[in-house]
């Protein structure tokens, strides 16, 4: 220091502080303590304050914000039966990372050994192109040549005018070397197994290559873990997929999911639907997508030590849960026997009117209070769970013959989309149409010769058999041909027409399922439209017996039994019970409201036709009254066959059904395509009564004995 220095500092005059604070040492040591102290006081915050969070922070890699897939709403019974539920399962997203193109190289075969190892399914876009096991040419370009061309181009940007990918040896060589430049010391096979990730990564980018493998196991998911922090970029997410519990016995009421399609998502993207969403294609799935399907969070996807994955930021709403009006044991019992019944008639081989080539039917059973869907079931059908394991190739191809089938039509809702001509299922509407149009006394005899003549041409009962004096009952019973050719001419086409509209006959019933059709009643201005010809009276008497060109779906003629059980009052059917997620609360926009309708029709005119059904049915010998004599209850049915025109196949079968008679609860259609005679509908429609007796017994606390009613047909 300075002699000046040394002077100042020593002078007494001059503060303490001024003589500290010039001293460049003190300034210096001030320094160092105050940083001293900064530092302590921040390990202290971090290591013991927060040491715990901060710890977990650390040992973290955040890698993306990915959507949190929202669980898709439950599909259940009336009774709280899963048919349609989801489960959890694992998949696989590849994303941008920062890492070398080595490091990828070695997380892409790390990850395809993996799936390979565990016989997983993934995306294999470039065997499409290009296949290592045989080397050749894909699917995609063998045998086209111009496909070939096109996709040379697309990989060259040129053409290849070098013949650079002239084989497939040659173009695996360049693929390898030019367009990825895989390093050398991998084999061939491990080279094609990296490329097969790059490449797709090339053509559909990372938004479209997730998830790159789906639904993976357990011990993949391990092993994926395990390896980890050699796989940047590569995630395993949980995500919600759809499962189904024996929803095959209610295909057609349940429907099926597929992936959204490129029309669909630019009809949905503002909804929140992504491109690798999947959506309902069919049945409630389709119907009750708006509620079913979530809504989809954000979360991130953080890498921790311990595995786990951070699923914060914003969570993921349920779907709505859907009830049905079906009772799942009932719909089996109803599917089977239609499947059993029809396999039965197609070995009959005693009686000579059966071709033997019964294929396809419906069953319908309703409430007739409620207008509920006990069940439905329409055959042949197909599976719901096979349309979700679209990567299977066994899967892939049976929906492939599913959608080619015309012929069988397994998706085709029978029960709401056929239409069939309902034969003598007609003749009790015909009754109330006569007798609300003050034509036709009940008690009144009428003499049935077999045949009788109407604008020149001969109109007979079966086998021209005259029953000779017969009322209203009997005609039922007998199903006189005769009886409703007279009685059907003298009330006149307008009157049955109205009375059929009443009863909802070639009209939508409005159920809640897509695809039904309204049918087509007989009348002069269908007749116009179709034939565009002018109504005859001869055109009257085959449509009181239910011919002539009028057909119904089965759930019209179920309705039409129902009204005819509920004295007139036909409650629109309806399959969609309630709608709501677990805390209770509705979606804001389901309203289901139909409101009876009051057809009108006597009491009086109802009863005798009731009547008539039930006699018909326990008619002595007759095939329904071996049929239904052994149940608990008393059931009244009619019975139709319809031809079908067609000279090389068995007539159709039709059956209309009410039970319990006196007091009825449910009605039961049952149509079965070339199933020769209406009574061979019987043993459907005995098998559920039989289940709903049970049912309806077991629900008040004790067991039903009810005997077998399988029948024989030698």
């Not at 309902?280 to 996807?301: C, F, M, P, Q, S």
Request: hydrophobic share 40%; proline share 5%; net charge negative.
């Amino acid at each position: 220091e300075d002699e000046a220095m040394v002077k100042w500092k020593g002078d007494p005059t001059i503060p303490l502080w001024k003589r500290v604070v010039v001293d460049r040492y003190s300034i210096l040591y001030a320094f160092f303590l105050l940083m001293g102290l900064f530092i302590l006081t921040r390990l202290i915050d971090l290591q013991v304050i927060h040491g715990t969070d901060n710890e977990q922070l650390a040992n973290r890699k955040m890698l993306s914000i990915s959507r949190g897939i929202a669980p898709r709403g439950g599909i259940y019974d009336r009774n709280g039966i899963p048919i349609a539920t989801v489960r959890t399962a694992y998949r696989v997203r590849i994303s941008k990372s920062r890492s070398s193109a080595a490091e990828r190289q070695a997380a892409f075969l790390t990850l395809v050994n993996i799936l390979e190892d565990n016989g997983e399914s993934y995306r294999k876009e470039l065997s499409r192109y290009l296949t290592l096991e045989p080397l050749e040419f894909g699917q995609e370009l063998r045998d086209d040549p111009a496909a070939l061309e096109k996709w040379k181009r697309d990989m060259l940007g040129k053409s290849d005018t070098e013949g650079l990918l002239a084989s497939p040896a040659s173009a695996l060589q360049w693929l390898r070397d030019k367009k990825f430049n895989i390093a050398s010391f991998y084999t061939d096979q491990e080279a094609y197994r990296i490329m097969t990730v790059m490449y797709d990564i090339l053509i559909n980018g990372y938004v479209y290559i997730n998830p790159f493998a789906s639904d993976i196991s357990r011990d993949s998911v391990g092993r994926l873990e395990e390896a980890r922090m050699s796989l940047p970029g590569i995630t395993v997410e949980e995500t919600p997929v759809r499962r189904y519990v024996d929803a095959d016995a209610a295909a057609h009421i349940i429907g099926y999911m597929g992936p959204v399609d490129a029309q669909e998502y630019v009809r949905l993207r503002e909804k929140g639907y992504s491109w690798n969403d999947w959506l309902g294609k069919d049945g409630i799935e389709y119907v009750a997508e708006k509620w079913l399907k979530g809504t989809d969070g954000l979360r991130n996807l953080e890498a921790e030590a311990s595995g786990d994955m951070d699923t914060g930021l914003q969570q993921a709403v349920p779907g709505y849960d859907v009830t049905l009006t079906i009772d799942m044991r009932l719909q089996k019992a109803a599917d089977k026997a239609l499947k059993d019944q029809i396999g039965l008639i197609r070995g009959m081989t005693s009686d000579p009117a059966n071709l033997l080539d019964a294929f396809a039917g419906a069953v319908v059973v309703l409430d007739v209070k409620t207008g509920d869907v006990l069940a439905m079931a329409s055959y042949p059908d197909f599976n719901p769970a096979v349309y979700l394991d679209r990567d299977d190739p066994l899967s892939l191809k049976k929906i492939q013959d599913w959608n080619q089938d015309w012929e069988n039509a397994p998706l085709l809702n029978r029960a709401i989309s056929g239409m069939y001509a309902p034969g003598s299922t007609f003749k009790p509407l015909t009754a109330i149409a006569a007798i609300d149009a003050g034509v036709l006394n009940p008690n009144q005899i009428y003499f049935d010769p077999g045949v009788i003549v109407i604008d020149g041409k001969e109109f007979e009962n079966v086998n021209r058999y005259g029953y000779g004096n017969i009322n209203l009952e009997m005609a039922i019973a007998h199903s006189s041909n005769c009886y409703f050719h007279f009685f059907g001419m003298r009330t006149g086409i307008e009157a049955i027409d109205r009375m059929a509209e009443l009863f909802g006959l070639g009209e939508r019933t409005g159920i809640e399922l897509p695809g039904e059709i309204s049918g087509v009643r007989a009348n002069p201005t269908t007749k116009k439209q179709i034939w565009d010809d002018i109504w005859r009276p001869a055109d009257t008497a085959q449509t009181a017996i239910g011919q002539f060109s009028q057909a119904f779906s089965p759930i019209q003629l179920a309705s039409y039994a129902a009204t005819i059980a509920n004295d007139g009052v036909r409650c629109p059917p309806r399959i969609i019970k309630d709608v709501v997620r677990p805390g209770g609360e509705k979606p804001p926009d389901y309203v289901h409201v139909q409101e009876p309708v009051q057809t009108g029709v006597s009491a009086y005119a109802l009863e005798q036709v009731r009547k008539g059904m039930l006699t018909a049915c326990y008619m002595p010998y007759s095939y329904t009254e071996i049929t239904f004599t052994p149940l608990p209850v008393k059931v009244a049915t009619k019975t139709g066959t319809a031809e079908t025109g067609e000279a090389n196949h068995s007539s159709n079968a039709v059956f209309i059904g009410i039970a319990p008679a006196d007091k009825p609860e449910i009605a039961i259609a049952v149509v079965i395509q070339r199933g020769v005679w209406g009574a061979y509908c019987a043993p459907v429609a005995a098998a559920v009564i039989k289940e709903y007796v049970s049912r309806k017994v077991e629900t008040a606390g004790s067991r039903p004995t009810v005997q077998d009613t399988s029948v024989f047909i030698p």
